[in-house]
């Protein structure tokens, strides 16, 4: 079960951080992604996570805004987002490897 | 960079099969995941590896791929597969996951 934190509304230029507890697996065997989705429905593919040591892969598109964290004394992957525009403004997922269970979505606002 | 190309909506008649496209360059070399998605909820895994089902997945769910097109098919639709539907591979060139813009099914 992947649990993720709550709705989040930042305005432009923040910073972001959404967190996904897992449970009832061993959280340091299963890579994690995270994918968002906009109002246009498309998924996105953010970046994955091992938890095992903390090395991540960013997609390009991403690179140098969005850093992936773990705590494996919370079984808890984090995923903050920086410099934040309008069009960050998603439904922010969380994912096992390989994608075969989801957080249940954290809707990020970003608007003035 | 890698694309899929669904095309943005499929209709059926109950009780018939629905089939939805997932375009892309050789795609039938790379192995093809396809994800269900009801309103309000996270996307779910339906078919993984190209034609195997997830635990729990009905018969009436089956996929191919081939060339440059893999394909859902979901025979004898019901109302309650009205869903959108998104295929999804890897892309080890990037690297990382790519997902199709999905499809939207509805049955008539």
């Known amino acids: 079960q992947l649990v993720q934190s709550g709705a989040e509304v930042r305005k432009p230029g923040a910073s972001v951080r959404v967190s996904c507890k897992a449970s009832?697996?061993?959280?340091?065997?299963?890579?994690m992604h995270w994918v968002r989705q906009d109002s246009g429905q498309g998924l996105e593919w953010l970046g994955i996570i091992n938890p095992r040591g903390g090395r991540a892969v960013y997609a390009k598109n991403f690179q140098g805004r969005l850093t992936m964290t773990t705590d494996t004394s919370r079984t808890t992957v984090y995923m903050e987002l920086k410099s934040l525009r309008a069009d960050d403004t998603a439904v922010y997922f969380c994912a096992v490897d390989p994608f075969d269970y989801w957080g249940q979505g954290t809707p990020v606002t970003v608007s003035s | 960079s890698y694309e899929l190309t669904q095309p943005h909506s499929v209709s059926v008649a109950l009780g018939q099969t629905a089939t939805i496209s997932c375009g892309g360059r050789?795609?039938?070399?790379?192995?093809v995941h396809w994800y269900r998605q009801m309103p309000g909820q996270a996307p779910a895994l339906v078919i993984y590896?190209?034609?195997e089902r997830l635990s729990g997945i009905p018969e009436r769910f089956s996929a191919s791929n081939s060339g440059n097109t893999a394909t859902l098919s979901v025979s004898g639709a019901q109302d309650g597969d009205e869903a959108a539907y998104y295929c999804q591979v890897w892309d080890s060139k990037a690297p990382g996951a790519v997902f199709g813009g999905g499809t939207k099914l509805t049955v008539l």
């Open positions: 590896n190209n034609t």
């Open positions: 050789d795609i039938g070399s790379k192995s």
């Open positions: 009832g697996y061993t959280f340091t065997n299963h890579f």
